[in-house]
C-alpha cells in the first residue's frame, strides 16, 4: 500500500499540523480499537502502554512515543543520566577508546548542563554548593510538568525552607514529598537581542536506538521574554523578564501578538552572523548538535527500542553571552500550538517530514 492508502490514525492532540497532514494523504480516522498510526500525548500514551492495560502494539501499528521516553524528558532522570555518561566517557577515554575519542574528535562540546540538583533527595549537597557562593542564583522546577508552571528563582536558602513549609513538606524526604523538584544555577548572563532574554526550541526525531538514528530538524526558533532582563535579583520573581514560555509570556502587557515573540532559527542566525562572525556561528551550531548527539548516546542504552515506536523529542537550549549553548530540558510532547502565520508553517512542515520518515510506503500491509 502507498503512502496515500487508507491508513487509520488517531489522535488526542487535535492540532491543524497533524489533522492536514493527515488528510493531505487521505488518511481515515480510527478508532481507539482499530488505528494503525497514533499521535498521543504523554499521559495517554502511558495509559494505552501501561503494564495493566495489557496492550501490544500489532504489526501494523505505529505510536510516537517509547516506552521509556522519561529517561531522557523526566528533568531529574535527564540531568543523571547525563552525568554518568559522562563520567563513563571521561573513563572511556582514558582507557584509549576509539569510538570514544573519535565520538569526542566529533562532538568535543560536553560541559553543557548547569550546575543542578534534585530536591529534596540532594537537598543536604546542594546547601554545601550554594555556601560556597551565597550570593549566587538557582532555578527550580518541577521534575515532571511543563509550561512554566511551578518554576521559581531563588538566591537565598531561607526562600527554599520558606517554599518548603508553604506546600508541607517539613521534613524533606522522600518518603512524604510526592512531587520532586530540580534547582540548576541559573544561567545569569544570556545572550541578549534588543535587551531581552531568550531561549531556543529545536527539534530531533529519533526512529531507533539500537542503532540510534536521529534527524534534527533544520527549522527551529527562539521564544523571547516580552521585558528586557536584568540581573537585579529584586526582579528574579518576574516571570515575564525571565521565562520564555509562550504560555507565560502571552499574558503579559508587552506581548507581541503579531510574532508571537518569536524569531525564526534562520533569523537568529542571520542576526549572529551579522553580530558575531561566520566561525562563532558556526562553532555554536557545531556546540548544539554535540549537546543533541551526547544526550541521546546518554540514554542509548536505557531506552526500550521498539520498530513500532518513535519521538520527536523538542530541545530547550539558552545560549550564554560567550555564545555558549545549555541544555535545559528536552520534551516528550513539545507544543504543536501555533500563535503566527510562522508557527503554522513550521509546525506543519515538521509533521509533514516526520510521517516521510517514520511511515514506510507499504504501511500498513
Given at each position: 500500500m502507498s503512502r496515500n492508502g487508507n491508513i487509520k490514525w488517531m489522535t488526542d492532540i487535535e492540532k491543524s499540523c497533524l489533522l492536514t497532514n493527515f488528510e493531505k494523504r487521505r488518511w481515515v480516522r480510527g478508532t481507539e480499537d482499530d488505528w494503525n498510526f497514533y499521535w498521543a500525548g504523554v499521559y495517554n500514551f502511558r495509559t494505552i502502554m501501561s503494564p495493566e492495560s495489557g496492550y501490544r502494539l500489532a504489526e501494523n501499528q505505529i505510536i510516537n512515543h517509547f516506552p521509556n521516553h522519561h529517561e531522557l524528558t523526566k528533568k531529574d532522570l535527564m540531568v543523571k543520566n547525563i552525568k554518568r555518561y559522562r563520567k563513563e566517557f571521561e573513563k572511556e577515554k582514558a582507557n584509549g577508546s576509539e569510538r570514544a575519542l573519535a565520538t569526542e574528535a566529533k562532538f568535543p562540546y560536553l560541559d553543557f548542563v548547569p550546575t543542578t540538583y534534585t530536591l529534596p533527595g540532594d537537598y543536604n549537597l546542594f546547601t554545601e554548593e550554594f555556601r560556597k557562593n551565597p550570593s549566587s542564583v538557582w532555578i527550580m522546577k518541577p521534575t515532571d510538568k511543563a509550561r512554566g508552571i511551578g518554576i521559581f528563582i531563588i538566591n537565598k536558602l531561607q526562600q527554599i525552607r520558606k517554599w518548603s513549609r508553604d506546600t508541607k513538606f517539613q521534613q524533606w524526604s522522600y518518603a512524604n514529598c510526592k512531587d520532586t523538584y530540580v534547582i540548576s544555577r541559573y544561567i545569569g548572563n544570556p545572550l541578549l537581542i534588543g535587551g531581552k532574554k531568550f531561549d531556543l526550541r529545536m527539534y530531533v526525531l529519533v526512529t531507533s536506538w539500537r542503532p540510534l538514528i536521529a534527524y534534527k530538524y533544520k527549522q527551529g526558533f527562539t521564544r523571547f521574554c516580552s521585558i528586557k532582563y536584568t540581573s537585579d535579583v529584586d526582579n528574579l520573581a518576574n516571570t515575564f523578564m525571565h521565562l520564555t514560555n509562550v504560555s507565560i509570556q502571552k499574558y503579559g502587557e508587552d506581548y507581541n501578538e503579531t510574532n508571537g515573540g518569536k524569531w525564526s532559527?534562520?533569523?537568529?542566525?542571520?542576526?549572529?552572523?551579522?553580530?558575531?562572525?561566520?566561525?562563532?556561528?558556526?562553532?555554536l551550531m557545531n556546540e548544539i548538535d554535540s549537546i543533541i548527539v551526547h544526550s541521546l548516546r546518554a540514554v542509548q542504552n536505557l531506552m526500550t527500542n521498539d520498530r513500532h515506536c518513535f519521538e520527536c523529542y523538542g530541545y530547550d537550549i539558552i545560549i550564554d553571552a560567550d555564545l555558549r549553548p545549555w541544555l535545559i530540558e528536552v520534551n516528550a510532547s513539545p507544543s504543536l500550538s501555533a500563535t503566527t502565520a510562522s508557527d503554522r508553517l513550521i509546525k506543519h512542515s515538521l509533521i509533514n517530514d516526520i510521517l516521510n520518515i517514520v511511515v514506510p510506503d507499504e504501511f500498513p500491509e
Open positions: 532559527l534562520k533569523n537568529l542566525l542571520l542576526y549572529l552572523r551579522a553580530t558575531r562572525g561566520q566561525e562563532t556561528v558556526d562553532k
